[in-house]
């Protein structure tokens, strides 16, 4: 097999965002696309990293979407070329986010490439992702995504082999242009994660007691993994798992763990007679919803209450040494490491922020607004666990979700929390939004909104404690006298424009006011957050087009 050089011009829209290059299929589906940015990929490790991938290990999986066999037909030849020396890829391309982390920590690989738009659509005219996951199997941090674009603005071939890559619907190993081309089940490490984390005999006893629960897969990457551990090795009910057949287009469904995405679970455990806990993932596996009978928990308060319970996992039985958050993630789980004498971390948003203090043994919890909860166990935010997690409070405290939640605001308080996502705005217009917020921030603090008084108002900055990289303008923050917090930020995940986020907190101390809905929690702050930021004369949009 020889390798070739393929010349090819450089585009120039390929420098990756919080969670690598997220593009439209169409985009991807370029010529040399996709050959340049994992050619730039390969070229920016020994500077970004210290090392080439030649003579390494490295891990090669994705959620199954549309374009995800195509695009690993495509990288194992550029791997032999570039020298790796064995590739472990997952049965039918099939790897979800979180066990592509807990394989690369396992097996002592050099890195992965995850090939997924997580929660983004997919199918033909669907979006496309790639990224790359470091050896401590969390995804790259800045200085390599820099490095990479920096690479894609200048390069003028990528090499490959010219022969067909072997089959990857067979576990077994073969080997390729001198590179071992190992097939491996996508579930097997994972699985064995899992059972060292929870008691799963515990587990079983639940099961066995006729608790019911629902998980949708969303005709993505989790179904295999919900089929094996939740009915094959914790007893529960065939049919457990619904929509747990991965497919291209995700079935047609928006694979987003969210109450709108999520209706058909929502309206069972909305039921009389339904399940007693409800859960779905997101397209790659990291995301998670969790919802008990008449009752949609939050992310941020998943994130606390998991926190407040984390000693009956044994995974925590020592305690949890801190905990982190995403900047615009609510300030509930701060509550509970005050209450414990922990330190609480606040970070940008990314996952890849965590990372640091994760290996530094800074922090074993952590979370973000956006559906994602993870630990030290992988460095990756990861959906089944927080599933697994939360029925393990329920099989030790045998109570139900409503029950762990309502005990939970009376303890700690409860922080009324909602985002409003306003998508595909035009960039030159949420740009421009955001730079009026910057520079609003020195004439908030003294003004009054209705009853709201500002006391604080930054543009968030983070430098971090462990390797010391800085990065700013990560979200206008909006603090008042009581406690309640606006946050203005642009989203990095999206394809289309410009997706403006806006997070609004309310602290409720009084029980006897917690159990409102949110948007009553929240209705005096929504007209203020639009009004702060002018947001309907900037963008024209006089309502959100989605509230999370």
């Known amino acids: ?67 995800n066999d195509v695009a690993i037909r495509t990288i194992v030849p550029i791997a032999a070329a570039n020298g790796v020396s064995r590739l472990l890829v997952g049965r039918d391309g099939l790897l979800s986010t979180p066990a592509a982390s807990a394989v690369i920590r396992k097996h002592g690989c050099f890195g992965g490439i995850i090939l997924s738009a997580s929660h983004n659509p997919a199918g033909a005219d669907g979006d496309f992702g790639i990224k790359f996951n470091t050896a401590n199997g969390g995804p790259a941090p800045e200085r390599v995504t820099e490095a990479i674009w920096r690479h894609s603005r200048s390069i003028a071939s990528y090499r490959t082999i010219d022969s067909p890559p072997p089959p990857f619907d067979q576990i077994g190993a073969t080997r390729f242009a001198g590179m071992e081309v190992a097939v491996i089940d996508p579930v097997a490490d994972y699985l064995e994660l899992m059972q060292r984390i929870f008691d799963f005999d515990r587990l079983r006893e639940l099961f066995a007691r006729g608790f019911r629960l629902r998980f949708d897969a969303m005709s993505a990457v989790t179904g295999p993994y919900a089929r094996e551990i939740f009915e094959r090795q914790l007893g529960a009910p065939a049919g457990t798992a619904v929509s747990a057949e991965p497919k291209p287009d995700f079935a047609g469904r928006h694979p987003d763990p969210n109450p709108v995405h999520a209706a058909e679970l929502i309206a069972a455990l909305m039921a009389a007679d339904g399940p007693d806990i409800g859960a779905a993932s997101d397209g790659d596996g990291d995301r998670n919803l969790i919802v008990g009978r008449q009752l949609v928990v939050g992310p941020s308060d998943s994130l606390a209450v998991l926190a407040a ?80 997690f939360w029925l393990s409070i329920i099989a030790e405290r045998r109570l139900t979700v409503a029950e762990i939640v309502h005990d939970h605001w009376r303890r700690f308080g409860r922080h009324f929390y909602a985002r409003h996502d306003y998508e595909a705005l035009d960039s030159e217009r949420a740009e421009d939004l955001m730079m009026r917020m910057r520079r609003s921030t020195a004439n908030l603090p003294g003004r009054r909104f209705g009853d709201f008084a500002v006391v604080v108002a930054d543009d968030f900055a983070y430098t971090d404690p462990i390797d010391g990289s800085a990065v700013a303008q990560q979200g206008v923050r909006v603090g008042f006298a009581d406690g309640s917090r606006i946050v203005y930020r642009l989203s990095g995940t999206g394809t289309e424009g410009a997706t403006l986020r806006v997070y609004l907190e309310h602290y409720e101390p009084d029980p006897a006011r917690q159990l409102v809905a949110a948007e009553v929690g929240l209705a005096p702050l929504i007209p203020i957050a639009a009004a702060i930021a002018d947001i309907e004369r900037i963008t024209g949009r006089s309502a959100p087009s989605v509230i999370a």
Not at 30 to 38: D, H, K, M, R, V
Not at 43 to 67: C, I, N, Q, W
Not at 331 to 355: H, M, Q, S
């Open 1 to 67: 097999m020889t390798i070739r050089e393929i010349p090819l011009a450089p585009y120039a829209d390929q420098r990756p965002g919080t969670s690598g290059l997220r593009k439209k299929v169409s985009v991807f589906r370029q010529p040399g696309y996709l050959e340049a940015f994992i050619q730039s990929l390969f070229d920016a490790l020994p500077e970004a990293v210290g090392h080439s991938a030649a003579g390494k290990t490295l891990v090669l999986g994705g959620d199954g979407r549309f374009f």
């Open 309 to 388: 319970n984390a000693r009956l996992v044994p995974w925590f039985k020592g305690g949890l040494c801190g905990v982190a958050r995403s900047m615009p993630t609510s300030r509930a789980v701060d509550r509970v490491a005050e209450a414990l004498g922990i330190a609480c971390w606040e970070t940008p948003t990314g996952w890849k922020y965590f990372g640091s203090l994760l290996d530094a043994g800074r922090i074993a919890l952590c979370g973000e607004e956006s559906a994602g909860t993870g630990s030290d166990h992988v460095r990756e935010k990861d959906g089944l666990w927080a599933v697994l």
